[in-house]
């Protein structure tokens, strides 16, 4: 394994879904490249490349070469030479991984420099929905959408997962989509409310449902628990906010995007200046003005960890319920652990709650995914590098292999498709035979960030705790995916003046956000706060968003 030198900058919590104010911001280094407009024959560019390839068929080139990927360091996972991930795909495929590494602190910021200067490596992964527009106009990635037919198992599985119309959903304003996304055969939230189980049953009855039933428990909750703050977020209220949102039909957090929502008269608005965010605002309002919820949590820096001050007042039983995902539930029930002590405490994931709107979640979601610098295009390995990143990215296999690692050397896989790791190797992170020596993930590279992409049920399941598999089932079964947001790709002008008007008014909503949660600014002034709003150019940014929203229902129906 080569790798080129780390880039001295440190972490920012990165947005999950959308095309976000900061995507807007780098279109203006995006266009700094340019396209060659040269005639790509990739048919001629086989050099490695497998005659016979297909889906559900092991890759490995005729001859090795080298793929360049850009890899973002997560402070608690640094990447070891000893890792043996590479060496196994290596030996698996014959395609030798070279990593440009990058901090997790200011990786998308970072990633958009590399890539306007030309220096990105080949594979530019964790990429999400979106985030491809600002670099379309410059030639900088390649238009992915023209050579998905060499993409066997990308295929297969975006047919047999259903996920063909999400696929349409990709395109930019030219018709072509820039980026392949992570492929999930379930979607469900990844991030929801982790709660002390057996607290919320013995204090309040039931696990709550609801925003309204939520509410009601946490005051039983501080009733018994006098110091304690029960709710918290831990993600500057990137979480709390995205997950929530869903109960009022609205966006927050995480989930805010481009801000656009379809209102009453089928344009497009902005969320912020609606009836629903509103309400959702004065809820957490109430929450915290009532001592429900832990302020610091909503503003506290978050360098990736998010929810670890949590897990501390957890263990402390001074919170009971939090932002989290199935691997912080883990976290806070280890915390718990050590102070309660184990088999004294129950902590699961449960289904975002249902608010005035009904019982919604998100969108049916793709997860990262990756784009390619468009000098790939060049090389007489574009074949050959499609047919692997197909393989990596989308083939049963090979996703089994970058979350287990050797199949019979670090797990075994039995008829009915259980999984288990053999004796001698541990999975930590996901509290599976913890201790036992050699941790697949931080030891050998195995279960990173590329395990995550794309996913079928049984493999979700596999490392996922029992909790967590109910969790699945409950999600599916009670909650309502959300229609999905209407594409409005934009022209290479329109995205500049989007990038200019966009960020000061995200500014502005965040900091009004917090303020009229905290109690810092009365809801008297919500009607001037929409006025700054407009002041800071909304209708022309709306006026954008609808124009390319038009343009794009006309171009595809």
Known sequence: MNTSRHFPFAPTRRSFVGLSAAAFATVALAACGSDSGEEVDVESQNVGAMDDYAADTQFKATEPIQVSMLWTDWPEVPVEDTWRLFDHIKELTNVEITLTHIPFSDATEKRSLLISAGDAPTLIPLVYTGEDAPFVSSGAVVPMSDYVDKMPNFQKYVEEWDLADMIDNLKQEDGKYYMVPGLQEVSVPV?????????????????PNTWDELHEGLKLIKEKYPDSTPLADGFEGGALFNFASHAWLTKGGWGFGDGSIEGPDGKLTYVAITDEYKTMIELFRTLVEDGLLDR?????????????????????????AASGSSGTAIEFSQALNE????????????????????????????????????????????????QFLDWLYYNPDAREMLRWGEKDVNYTKAEDGAIELMDGFSLDSFNINTGAGTDINVDLGFSTFPAESTESRELKESYSTPEFVEYIDNVLSTRTPRDPYPPKPMDETELEQASLLATPIK???????????????????????????EAAGLPRYLELLNKARDRFVEANG
């Open 339 to 386: 102070t309660v002590g184990e088999g004294n405490h129950s902590v699961t994931l449960i289904p975002p709650p249902a608010g005035p709107a009904g019982e919604h979640v998100e969108p049916r979601n793709f997860w990262h995914g990756f784009m390619l610098n468009s000098q790939i295009t060049k090389s007489e390995h574009f074949l050959a590098t499609l």
């Open 296 to 320: 610091e949590s909503l503003t506290a820096s978050n360098d990736g960890s998010g929810a670890a001050s949590v897990a501390e007042k957890f263990a402390a039983e001074t919170c009971f």
């Open 507 to 533: 500014d502005s909503v965040d900091t009004a956000t917090l303020q009229f949660i905290m109690g810092e600014r009365d809801m008297s002034e919500w009607d001037a706060f929409k006025g700054e709003l």
């Open 191 to 207: 991030f929801s409310l982790v709660i002390r189980k057996d607290v919320f049953e013995e204090v309040t009855g039931a696990v």
